[in-house]
Each structure stands twice: as C-alpha cells, then as structure tokens.
C-alpha cells in the first residue's frame, strides 16, 4: 500500500493526498495508558491533588513525543494545489502569485521529532509565506513527490542539504 497519492485533475488543479497507518497508535496507546496507569496508582490521593499540574504538564508532553507522526500526519494529510488566473491557491485559498513560486525544495530535518525529509514551496521574498507539502518522508519519497509536483508547477526541485 502506498503511504501517498497524487493526482492531476487536469492542467490545473493537483491532489496530495497522505494516508496514515492507524496501527502504529496502538503502541503508543498502551505505553501512554501504562505511564498513567502507574502514576496514578503510585500517587496517594492527597499527594495527587497537590501535583495536578505537574502531571497535567507531564502527561502532555509524553503525549506529544509518543503521538508526534499521528500530528504531523493530521496537519498536513490533504493539499489540492489549483492555478487559476497566474495565482497559487492551496486548499482554496490564495497563496502567493504564481510568478513569486521560485522552486520545489527538498531538505533533510534533524530535529528531535522531525527526522526525515521534508518537501516545500520555497515563494520569493524570504518570507514565512513558504507552504510545507509534507515533513518525515522517506528519502525516495520526498524527491519523487517533488518531483511530480514540480512538473506540475512548471518550477524546479531545489535539494538543499
């Protein structure tokens, strides 16, 4: 099964669509619940209540480190890039004009939680006007990725290393 699909609706409006693999939360989930589970089993109700917002905190930062691909997944699952009159629009929505779009970039993340590759829209000027298509791709799939979208928009991948 393929991780992603791209399709071309015509010269004008292409489809990325990324799939996710539900089984993988199925270990984070027992982890997480057992991590609880043995806090609050461990803690006497007293003590419990005096350190609720550590928890709270604790919980939530375990729950972002374990469920960090299920985000990343969600925030970006779903781009429909659509050319209408010389202007980018992304999922409906204006983006940039076409002719400020310099390249298709392919870069290498070596953050914490983001290893991978990562494929964007670089826009002129330096901006935070730059679109993220997706982060934590395999190496084969961020450059074939790019590579379709590139053609797509007439611009040329840039592999930034």
Known sequence: MEKYEILQNGDNEMTISFYFNKKALIVPLIIFFSILLLIFSQLKPELLV???ISIIIATSALAYMLFNDYFEWYRTKFHILSIRNEDLYINNKFHCKLYKLQSVNVTYLRGKYSLGWKVYLDVFPISSNDYIIKKQLLEKDA???????SIFLDRNVKVES
């Open 143 to 149: 450059h074939e990725i790019a590579e379709k979208i």
């Open 50 to 52: 005096e350190t609720s």
